[in-house]
């Protein structure tokens, strides 16, 4: 598990929780097309694996606005 440290400040749950719930919702999503019983066109399965690294980066680069937005960052470091 990776252990990110949380800065002081606005930071939001429920913003994180959201964001998890629909990044979960989007690899759910692809998953099922990945295994649904059914012939796949060639390059199908390349394509969804392509969309989960996809889905994966914007809920990573989300993410690291949650935790650290760039409010904070230009301000400098926080006590």
Do not use: Y
């Amino acid at each position: 598990m990776i252990s990110i440290p949380l800065r002081q400040g606005p930071f939001m749950h429920a913003d994180v929780l959201e964001l998890l719930d629909s990044h979960l919702a989007q690899l759910q999503s692809l998953r099922r097309n990945l295994t649904s019983p059914r012939p796949s066109r060639p390059g199908e399965r390349h394509d969804a694996a392509a969309a989960t690294l996809h889905s994966t980066q914007h809920f990573a680069a989300e993410l690291k606005q949650i935790l650290d937005p760039p409010a904070l960052r230009s301000a400098g470091p926080l006590p």
